[in-house]
Structure formats: C-alpha cells, structure tokens
C-alpha cells in the first residue's frame, strides 16, 4: 500500500526567502506526482505535475523534482511572498494510469511572513 | 478552459432533507471524482467514474449516491445524512488514457454542514 509523507507538517519564513517542501513515498511505482497548493475551504489548485519519466519540472517560482529510486520529490520556492501562504499537497497517482486513484500526502502548511 | 465547476458553494442540510451536490467540467475528461476532505485532512476518495461508468467505490455509506448523467456532469446525492458527513466535498476530473499526463484538476468544493 503506498504511503505518501510531506514534511514538515508546518513551516514559517519571512518573506524573499527561498524553500523547499518534501514528499516522500513508499512505492516507487507510479504513474506520476502532483503537487497542489489549497487555500483555507478552497478546493486544490494543480501547480505542477511530474510524469514518472521526468525528473523535474517548472513553472514561474516552482521547480519540483521527483527521485523514483529513493521514493523523494521537492517543491523549491523561490523568493516566497505572503501570497504563497496555503497548504501545499503532494500527491501519487499508480502506476496503472487510467484514471488516477492517487494517494495523497499529509500535506504543509506554509506561511510566509512580510 | 481548465475549470471544474461546483455548485452550491454552501450547503446547510437536515438529517432527513435530500439535497444534491453538482459537478461540471468542459475539458473532454472522461474521468471524474468525488472526493471528501475534513479539516486539516488531505481529500479522501469516495467515488470515481470512467467514461460515464462507475469505476471504483471506496465503501461509501449508500447515504451518498453518485451519479453521471453525460460525460460533463457529476451528481452527488446525498440523502439521510449524518452531522459527522459535514465536510468539505471535492470534485475533480481527469483524462483517461495512457501516455497522457492524467493530471487532476479540481474544483472549488461545496462545504456541506448537516445539523
């Protein structure tokens, strides 16, 4: 059964600072990872997604990496602002494709402080 | 257009009325989802449908009753629920095929209370 972990559970920084989030998973056989970020009572918004061929991807701010061997990928952000602020998600789709039962992690929380 | 719509946004329900839950998506994803998400929780599965067809139950209480009239729309049907249902209800949407990137996209969620 696969397991999905993010740490930290929380995480505070002042602003301009850059970051990076972990996700870690138990097996490596997956379809793809995709990172998340969800706001208070909001539903997820999809920042970045990465296939299980690739070994990262960008978008603005974010570059996320995946390391199927040792079940890691990260989300780096760059000079982080206090709209960044949200719970950010990872989460694991299998290796079957199709439509994905994915697995999620526990998530992080982030906030950053102007 | 990459948007998954919901409706209501708030819904307030008894624990004898019958309300539902609607999801819409213009995107030709032929996978849809009901997910049920708690406070500080990540999104739980609940339903998935491919191609119209309900593909995966994940021992949902017969409470909720999912349904997909066309390849767009979404239905959950909720009936007799408990105050412990009261969370924040998920839909999302996929494509299907292999060799794809089967990216989810979400919507932005009914918050449901049951008094």
């Known amino acids: 059964k696969q397991e999905v972990t993010q740490i930290p559970a929380a995480l505070s920084v002042p602003e301009g600072e850059n970051l990076v989030l972990n996700c870690s998973f138990t097996?490596?056989?997956?379809?793809?990872l995709q990172w998340f970020r969800q706001d208070p009572g909001k539903g997820l918004t999809s920042l970045l997604l990465?296939?299980?061929?690739?070994r990262e991807q960008t978008s603005g701010r974010l570059n996320a990496s995946l390391d199927k061997s040792s079940g890691r990928s990260t989300l780096y952000i760059a000079a982080s602002q206090p709209g960044d602020s949200a719970t950010y998600l990872c989460?694991?789709?299998?290796?079957?494709?199709?439509?994905?039962?994915?697995?999620f992690g526990t998530g992080t929380k982030l906030q950053v402080i102007p | 257009d990459t948007e998954v719509t919901q409706t209501p946004k708030h819904l307030v329900m008894g624990m004898t009325n019958k309300k539902s839950l609607k999801c819409e998506q213009h995107?030709?994803?032929?996978?849809m989802y009901w997910y049920k998400q708690k406070a500080k929780k990540p999104p739980e599965l609940m339903f998935v449908?491919?191609?119209?067809?309900?593909?995966i139950n994940e021992s949902v209480p017969s409470r909720f009753s999912p349904e997909c009239p066309n390849s767009s729309l979404l239905n959950l049907h909720l009936h007799a629920l408990q105050p412990e249902d009261s969370a924040l209800y998920l839909c999302?949407?996929?494509?299907?095929?292999?060799?794809?990137?089967?990216?989810?996209?979400f919507g932005p969620g009914t918050r449901l209370t049951v008094l």
């Open positions: 999302a949407s996929s494509q299907m095929d292999r060799g794809l990137s089967n990216e989810q996209f």
């Open positions: 097996d490596s056989a997956i379809y793809n």
């Open positions: 990465i296939q299980s061929s690739q």
């Open positions: 989460a694991v789709g299998p290796l079957s494709g199709g439509y994905q039962k994915v697995t």
């Open positions: 995107m030709g994803h032929r996978a």
């Open positions: 449908y491919s191609y119209e067809k309900l593909s």
